[in-house]
């Protein structure tokens, strides 16, 4: 069994910056694509950015320029840096990692909240 576990998030004020990590563990051949969810109340889980095992990313148009998503190999890891936060980024944000272990299928982690406000 793999685990995700995001930690990072938190209250900031609109215009800061947070940076969120997940760690997996667990059995692990090897982690292929990872990246992050949002989910804000009342609306869909949307994708933020994923990055490849080889370091390709890919952003939601809307978040170009101001997320930056990056990961650890050698530790499992991936990062989600935050700049220039604003009160519409308020949501829970998820890991997601496409994981090869025992067999290859897709992990969700619990999410962590993140809340921009004055």
């Known amino acids: 069994q793999v685990q995700l576990v995001e930690s990072g998030g938190g209250l900031v004020q609109p215009g800061g910056s947070l940076t969120l990590a997940c760690a997996a563990s667990?059995?692990?051949?090897?982690?292929?694509?990872m990246a992050w969810y949002r989910q804000a109340p009342g609306k869909q889980r949307e994708l933020v950015a994923a990055?490849?095992?080889?370091?390709?990313?890919n952003y939601a148009d809307s978040l170009k320029g101001r997320f930056t998503i990056s990961r650890d190999n050698t530790k499992n890891l991936v990062y989600l840096q935050m700049n220039s936060l604003k009160p519409e980024d308020t949501a829970v944000y998820y890991c997601?990692?496409?994981?090869?272990?025992?067999?290859?299928?897709?992990?969700w982690g619990q999410g962590t909240q993140v809340t921009v406000s004055s």
């Open positions: 990055i490849t095992r080889g370091g390709s990313t």
């Open positions: 997601n990692a496409d994981v090869l272990g025992g067999t290859r299928r897709d992990y």
């Open positions: 667990g059995y692990i051949v090897s982690i292929y694509t």
